[in-house]
Structures are given as structure tokens and as C-alpha cells.
């Protein structure tokens, strides 16, 4: 985009703010799902035994991300076709009655069977909106910001992300702190619900005054043309997709592990669960100054530089930090390990975002990179928390997320030496094999 005058400056980055607060709201609505997986089954999933009832409220934790792919194609369409701006005021209003949805489902003892399935409709709800709400929100940003800011400017949408897990955990500690867990089951989860519903209204409000970037002519780059084979130009980025796939989904998995915490301490700790919420509100604390400094290096030092050496710091730090807190179960060392783990999984993120978007053609930036990431949300996203509270219940070993976070970060190490640079100015300099990149 090119140098504005000082007015046009402020509104830009007056719209960065709707945006991010935005995305904010609607992951706080999406993850808050987690916090409370305990009670949520208890509600709708009432079974023989606790392990049923937490698998039952899992699984339709899942069901939310096996509609994210489906709406990263028919929003992210209509993002490259029509704007970035009416595709996230679409994929708002979906989730605003999804939440609302969720808050207000009775339970099963109240109606049955039903319960349990407007649950997962709610669920499939939020994850369509979603699927189409990261594509245009990246693309947005990247294309409000200069090329040499692209890196800090795009990170903000991951940043926004912890916001809303920062926000989630603050409220979880809360309820916990006030109210018995019985309360809990009954209405304090709901209540966790309906406080991001009221904040529904003011996200629509930020949106309605977002300009269109979607013809903006960027620096270096033609604008998005109204008529473009979209799926040719798929299929010439295809390499790029897998590898952001690959490493997409392997972060996934340890974002996932991490969110678990308030369950992995309750059931497999042993401790309570505000002591879980704490080690979730601590770990999202430093994820989002870390997630911002990673998108700042990256433009200054390139995106692959960053993510490379950030990944290989987190793969030797997750035995010995897992390793202690199941040796010193405490509500104290969890949180440290918690923070640690947080700075070093999100560093990179926000900085991997750009260099996917970067590397993907504008005609198909929202639909390309919302699918990428759905397909990585919906495969491991989905199922990390199932997977791993099976793998526990199986083994009998509280190590059981390590291992499988191990061999999640191996892989992505492998993919982000594979993946091109894609920064203005670094290109050239790049070590790494090239791939075919946007023009």
C-alpha cells in the first residue's frame, strides 16, 4: 500500500484496531468452549462416568472444527471476490448467533437428547464462521500495512487470538474463585458464554467503518483483477499450501496441548482448576508480547530466520519443562512451565502467518490461506484434546502430551527449513530451496 498522509494513517490504524478487537471476540467465544469442557459435559453429556462425559463434551469440541475448512472456501470466495470487508461482517454475525446459541441450550436433563445436538450445531456453527473469518482477517492486515511492517502488522491478528484466551482465562479464574463447582455446572460456564455475546454488538459496530483493500494496489504487486482462474492458481502454489498444512497443524497441536491445561490439571494433576486457569492465564500473558516481537524480528531479520530458530528452541525445551511439572505437580510450577512453553510456541506465529500470506497471489489470499488453515485447525486443532486425554487414559502416563508434542514440532521443524522466505528485501538472501511465490 502506498504512503498516506497523516489522516489516512490514523484511520488505518484505527481499522488494524477493529479488526484485531473483532477476531479477538470471536476466538474468545470459540476457545472459551475449552475452559469449560468439564462442565459443558456434565450439562449436555451426563454418562456413566467422568471420562465419558469429558469425551462426550470433546468430541463436540471437534465438531467445531470440522466446519472451518467449509467456511474458509465459501466465505474466503467471497472475500476474493466480492471484499475483505462484507466477508468479515458475514462471518461475525454467524458466530454472534452461535454464541448466543450455546449460552441459552438447556440442558439434557431438561430436554433430552436435543441438548447435545443443538450443541453441536452451535458448534458447526461457530467453526463455518470462523474457517472464513482467518482468511479475510490475515489478508486485511497484510494489505493495510507497508511491506516493511507487514510482519508486526499481521502478527497482531495472532496476537488477538491470545487477547481472547487472556480474556477467557481472566473470566474462568474468576468464576472459579466465586463459585462453588456446582454452580459452575449449572450456570457459571453459561455465563462465561453470555459476557462475550453482550460484546457482539460493538465488534459489528468496529466493522461497519472498515474500508475495502481487496483492489488496493499493493507495492510491487497488481491489484486483485475481477476475472482470475483461482484454482490454476492453487495448484501453482500447491507446494507452499502443503508445507503451511504441515506446519500449521503441527503448531496446532501445541497451541491445543496448551489450552488443555485447565483440563490436564483437574484430571491428570490433580489439581484445581483455578490452578489451571492461572497457568492459562500466565501462558497467554507472554504469548502475546512474544507473538509481537516475532513479527517485529521477522521484518527486520526475515521471516524464515525467525520461525526456524524459534522451533528449535521450543522442541528442546518441551521434555525437561513437562518432565518437572509432573515431577513437582504444583499449582507454581505449572505456571512457569506454562509461560515458558508460551513464549517459545508463539514467537513464530505471527510471523509465519505473514510469510504464508505473503506467499499466496492476492485473487486468492482469503479462500488460500483460510483454507490452509482450517484444513490444519479441523485435522489436528480438533483432535489434539481428544487424542490426548485418550493417549493418558491409555498409557496411565501424565508425559503422554510431551511425547506427542515432540513428534509434532519435529515435523514442523522439517517443513520450516523447507519453506521459502518470503519478507521484502530478504528474498534474495534466502538459504532454502525456491518455491513458487505470489508475483
Partial sequence: MPVLENGAEVLRRRDIAAVTLGNALEFYDFLTYSFFAIQIGHAFFPGGSAYVSL???????????????????????????????????????????????????????????????????????QGFSLGGEIGSNTAFLLEASSPERRGFIVSWQGASQMIALFAGSVIGVALTALLPPHLLDVYGWRIAFLLGGVAVPFGLWLRTSLPETLHRVESGAQAAPASVDRVGLAQRHWRVMALGIAILGMGTIGSYIQIYVVTYAQNTLHLSQHAGFLAETGNTVVAIPAMLLGG???????????????????????????????????????CIC???????????????????????????????????????????????????????????????????LLVATSIAQIALMLFPESAPGQRRNRSAAPLPLAA
Fill in 338 to 404: 506454562m509461560a515458558i512453553l508460551g513464549v517459545f510456541s508463539n514467537l513464530g506465529f505471527g510471523s509465519f502467518c505473514a510469510a504464508l500470506s505473503e506467499s499466496l497471489p492476492k485473487a486468492i489470499r482469503c479462500g488460500g490461506f483460510g483454507t490452509v488453515y482450517s484444513l490444519a485447525i479441523a485435522l489436528f486443532g480438533g483432535t489434539t484434546q481428544f487424542v490426548v486425554t485418550w493417549l493418558i487414559h491409555r498409557t496411565g502416563s501424565a508425559m503422554a502430551p510431551a511425547w506427542y
Fill in 296 to 334: 517485529w524480528l521477522s521484518d527486520r531479520y526475515g521471516r524464515r530466520t525467525v520461525n526456524v530458530l524459534n522451533n528449535a528452541v521450543f522442541l528442546v525445551l518441551i521434555y525437561p519443562l513437562f518432565a518437572w511439572v509432573v515431577a513437582v505437580p504444583s499449582a507454581a510450577v505449572l
Fill in 55 to 125: 469425551m462426550g463434551s470433546l468430541a463436540t469440541f471437534g465438531a467445531g472444527f470440522a466446519t472451518r475448512p467449509l467456511g474458509a472456501i465459501v466465505i474466503g470466495r467471497y472475500a476474493d471476490r466480492v471484499g475483505r470487508k462484507p466477508a468479515m461482517l458475514l462471518s461475525f454475525v454467524l458466530i454472534g448467533a452461535s454464541i448466543f446459541a450455546m449460552a441459552l441450550i438447556p440442558s439434557y436433563a431438561a430436554i433430552g437428547v436435543a441438548a447435545p445436538i443443538l450443541a453441536v450445531l452451535a458448534r458447526m456453527a
